[in-house]
């Protein structure tokens, strides 16, 4: 009887263990369930954040690449930069040291981007600068080149002007028919010479020197008179013949002169031209009639 006492004890007690251990397990199953949702949901948590952390770091790939510019060697440590990140999204790790890594290293790039970013408005404000200077060079230079243009003009015209000024001519044009005797005549049979006579103006901006004075003799049916037809002198960029020459020595001042030319029967009636002509210009015209 003690026995079977002892044996219901011994049971009750194993029954008591066998309850307290099925408890005891089914409270760690809850609790290993229990952990397994709460890592997955760390784990969940923890790749959102890098994922994050990796679309930040995209973002400050494609940052970095509106930074460049036509500055080679910056656009060079910007390339680095770039390479940099994308080795940092090439990393093979677990998400908790991605996410360590990826933290400090987009603490560094954005440090970095700011140094960049202060260069590229230094450059910006030195190149506004250097174009404004430019602008401001361009602009005098062209209003040098436009008061260079008005001087040279300006030169050109007072030249023209000069040299239109600096030719000698001549005034008091008179024109004497002599005889053989060396008397006034007005029968044209009896003309030996024809005597012309005038004043070659003073001129200071002619050079002082010998100047020779050409007189060109023209019938009224525009026959020019001449001795040879080596008598020629050029004229407005043609050769034209004349008939008489004479040397003068000229001194800047007026000087009178007279040129004679021999008739060798070769005149008619009616109203003749004479020319002067000296360098090349015409420097005096008039007429006079034979009867």
């Known amino acids: 009887m003690e026995k079977q006492v002892s044996n219901r004890k011994i049971q009750v007690i194993l029954t008591v263990i066998v309850v307290i251990l099925a408890a005891a397990l089914g409270m760690l199953y809850m609790q290993y369930n229990k952990m397994k949702v709460d890592n997955a ?10 994922e994050s952390l990796a ?19 910056l656009n060079n440590l910007i390339g680095q930069q770039q390479d940099r990140i994308r080795r ?13 890594i990826y933290k400090r290293e987009l603490a560094t790039l954005r440090e970095i981007m700011r140094s960049y970013i202060v260069q590229i408005d230094s450059l910006n404000q030195r190149n506004q600068k250097l174009v404004s200077e430019n602008i401001e060079v361009r602009t005098a230079l062209e209003e040098a080149r436009k008061n260079n243009e008005a001087l040279s003009k300006e ?104 040129i004679y030319w021999d008739n060798a029967g070769e005149l008619i009636t009616g109203v003749y031209t004479i020319d002067l002509f000296c360098e090349g210009k015409l420097i005096g015209s008039t007429t006079f009639e034979i009867k």
């Not at 949901?41 to 890098?50: D, M, S, T």
Request: hydrophobic content about 35%.
């Open 155 to 258: 030169r050109e015209t007072m030249s023209s002007k000069l040299q239109s000024a600096a030719v000698l001519s001549a005034k008091n044009i008179s024109v004497t028919l002599l005889n053989k005797r060396g008397k006034e005549t007005e029968r044209a049979s009896r003309i030996a010479k024809i005597k012309t006579c005038f004043t070659v103006r003073e001129n200071s901006l002619v050079e002082a020197g010998e100047k020779i004075i050409y007189l060109r003799l023209t019938r009224p049916d525009n026959l020019v008179l001449t001795s040879s037809e080596q008598d020629v002198i050029q004229y407005d960029g043609r050769p034209i013949a004349y008939s008489a020459k004479r040397a003068i020595q000229y001194e800047q001042k007026d000087i009178d002169v007279c």
């Open 41 to 50: 949901i760390v784990q969940e948590a923890l790749e959102e954040q890098k």
């Open 88 to 100: 940092l999204l090439a990393i093979n790790a677990s998400n908790l040291e991605k996410i360590k």
């Open 55 to 73: 679309n930040e770091l995209k973002d400050m790939m494609s940052e970095y690449e509106g930074l460049k510019s036509e500055n080679d060697s």
